[in-house]
């Protein structure tokens, strides 16, 4: 949900909901007479695994894969191993190849930062680099040092800096700092794979306007992996989240607050940028900012925002791209990634209409093709818009990976939805290398239908997210491999990749269409084929859909999920929805989470769940997969079908020959 209007309406209509009506069903509907969560027996589509949980190994008290007998440091995570031998562990060491120069300006320069044969040369003394590296451009705003007031970006002039006696070339140090912003503690097993990592990219603290702190937003991440929570919820054994980026709006103060570590989940550094439009850098060093300096456009402020996170090592998504509050209109380019789903729900967005196109356009000049020609293509309000934007992008060549995000606020966990990534190593830059590789896919929750997409063109194989060329007349072998949908389907989503000059009239440019609707067999790991032959450059990108059958419930739950589905059919805006799932919820506990229990292995197979760590209204609760699934029902002309989106994938492109 984007904050500025979902978000905090949704609150306030929780508030108004639970305060004035009631909601629907309480815990006296125990004497109904119907049984009280799902008919015994029904089958549980959620309970795949994609590794399953690690074989008992040799004692290993902090996970970080290494034995507590090969470890020297036994209880600490960030700690694995000492490259330069000076008894400062990588993980806590800024300078881990000992060459005199830190891993933050090696990075930012080019440099490998873990050899110590590679390395910039700048003095070791702070107080001698002013004046250093002069044909640099340290802070990528396109300035060369020689000519830049400010070479690495902190905002704080270098002439300031060298009489304070910071260091002009670290933007995490400057006078007035609350503390040296630390090298995130990068615990990943640096296991070689690729690895399929899930994730949360997108969430918030009360920092900025989140109504949980950063201590209790790490709690919940890492709540997936607590025992007790899987053994209530089977389907995420194996499934825990393996990172998060707490993305505050336009900082990264997260990074200050003691609590932001974690023995479990990966924590990324990064922001919510922009204002008019925003997006996420992510694995970032320093803040990014989106305002415009003197005699620059608000246009190319994005720009060099783009530009700086690629300077910084990291990867730029763009968030909610069609959300009416703050959607992307900027003409940029560079970006790596967008959000297809954003919130609980893929239709939850309030789309911009053609009328704020045209204020935005009277604000900030002309707007991004991309963007009208998504919003041509986009059918209703609350349709699955952020993906037309995914579409629009390849359409005119800018192939990007598909990202979700929960924009966690409060009220639901993180990880709704999930995005995985395909990383070449267990590490935070494993995985903004897989999210800039664009071998991405996003899922409905942590436990939802795991998939893996590819062609073969020519004896060439191509990963969902690869591009290749388009040569007349050839046949490609598709393949699909789902995990947790059987009797699902699979849709094959096709368009076209033309020329930029030809998107700028969107009614002559062809829609994207499901080239093919191929059936999932009854097997929790299933394979499904189809041949494809595209007539011109085109692209192609899978959704799993997933079977609901309503019979594996009880009356009770189908009487109010039949309501949802209404619902479903019938809301103009993302509050109704959120409203129609609130009968699911202890209302007791969303309006008084600090007074009443949380007790979750007495929650009734038919409500969500509250969550121990969230005491602050309204309280915090997660989504089983028996509902999660039903939640998400697909509705097509105007009907809710019998089937939940589960998954979507990045594309295979197969581009015109000697275009990049």
């Known amino acids: 949900m984007a904050c500025t209007r979902s978000g905090l309406a949704a609150v306030s209509i929780l508030v108004l909901v639970l305060s004035c009506s009631g909601g629907g069903g309480t815990e006296t509907d125990a004497g109904s007479g119907q049984d009280t969560g799902i008919d015994a027996g029904a089958p549980d589509a959620g309970t795949q695994e994609d590794a399953g949980p690690a074989d008992a190994g040799p004692p290993d008290r902090d996970m970080d894969g290494v034995s507590d007998e090969s470890d020297p440091w036994p209880d600490d995570r960030c700690c694995t191993a000492d490259l330069d031998g000076d008894e400062i562990c990588d993980g806590r060491d800024d300078d881990r190849d000992g060459d005199g120069a830190g891993d933050f300006l090696e990075r930012l320069l080019g440099f490998a930062a873990d050899d110590p044969a590679s390395f910039p040369e700048v003095p070791g003394d702070p107080a001698a680099r002013c004046g250093a590296l002069p044909d640099a451009d340290l802070d990528g705003d396109g300035v060369p040092n020689a000519s830049d007031d400010d070479d690495d970006g902190d905002g704080v ?16 140090v400057f006078p007035g700092a609350k503390a040296r912003i630390p090298d995130r503690c990068d615990f990943g097993t640096g296991t070689q794979g690729p690895v399929w990592l899930r994730g949360d990219l997108h969430m918030h603290t009360t920092l900025s306007d989140g109504y949980e702190d950063v201590a209790t937003t790490v709690l919940m991440a ?44 990966l924590l ?41 996170t690629h300077a910084q090592g990291g990867a730029f998504s763009i968030n909610h791209p069609m959300s009416a509050g703050d959607f992307w209109f900027w003409d940029v380019r560079g970006y790596d990634a967008a959000e297809v789903w954003n919130g609980i729900l893929p239709g939850l967005v309030d789309v911009a209409t053609a009328g704020d196109i045209d204020e935005m356009e009277k604000r900030h000049g002309s707007v991004n093709p991309v963007f009208r020609l998504a919003q041509a293509w986009t059918a209703d309000a609350l349709s699955e818009a952020n993906a037309r934007f995914f579409e629009a992008n390849l359409t005119t060549g800018r192939f990007i990976a ?53 062609a073969v063109a020519g004896g060439v194989q191509l990963l969902a997210g690869d591009i290749g060329d388009w040569v007349p007349g050839m046949d490609i072998a598709v393949q699909a491999r789902v995990k947790g949908a059987p009797g699902g389907r699979v849709e094959l989503v096709e368009g076209v990749v033309l020329d930029e000059a030809a998107v700028l009239d969107v009614a002559a440019v062809p829609l994207p269409r499901v080239a093919a609707a191929l059936e999932i067999p009854a097997e929790d790991d299933a394979v499904v084929t189809w041949d494809w032959a595209p007539a011109r450059p085109s692209w192609l990108y899978a959704r799993v859909l997933e079977r609901i059958d309503l019979s594996n419930y009880n009356q009770r739950t189908r009487e109010w999920l039949e309501e949802y589905f209404r619902a479903r059919e019938e809301a103009r805006n993302p509050g109704e929805l959120v409203a129609a799932m609130l009968p699911f919820a202890d209302q007791d506990y969303l309006l008084h989470p600090d007074t009443t229990p949380c007790v979750p292995d007495k929650t009734p197979p038919w409500r969500l769940e509250c969550v121990p760590m969230d005491t602050k209204a309204p309280g915090t609760v997660f989504i089983p997969e028996h509902l999660d699934r039903p939640f998400n029902v697909v509705v097509r002309d105007g009907k809710a079908t019998d089937y939940a989106l589960g998954a979507l994938t990045a594309a295979v492109v197969l581009k015109p020959p000697g275009i990049p």
Request: glycine letters at 6%; proline letters at 9%.
């Open 157 to 172: 002039a270098d002439a300031d800096e060298c009489v304070a006696g910071s260091d002009p070339l670290d933007a995490r």
């Open 222 to 265: 890492e709540y997936f992996s607590d025992p007790a929570f899987v053994a209530r919820n089977p389907a995420y054994a194996g499934r825990a989240l393996n990172f998060i980026a707490i993305t505050d709006h336009r900082m990264i103060d997260a990074v200050f607050d003691p609590a932001f570590v974690s023995n479990r989940v």
């Open 268 to 308: 990324i550094q990064a922001e919510e940028f922009g204002s008019d439009g925003h997006a996420n850098p992510i694995n970032i060093s320093t803040f990014i900012p989106h305002e415009p300096v003197a005699g620059e456009s608000p246009t190319a402020a994005i720009q060099r925002g783009i530009d700086l």
């Open 402 to 454: 598909p990202t979700s995000g929960s924009d966690r606020h409060t009220m639901f966990m993180p990880g709704f939805p999930t995005v995985w990534v395909r990383a070449p190593k267990h590490t935070v830059e494993g995985i903004v290398d897989g999210i800039r590789a664009r071998h991405t896919f996003v899922t409905r929750s942590p436990a939802a239908p795991m998939v893996e997409f590819e």
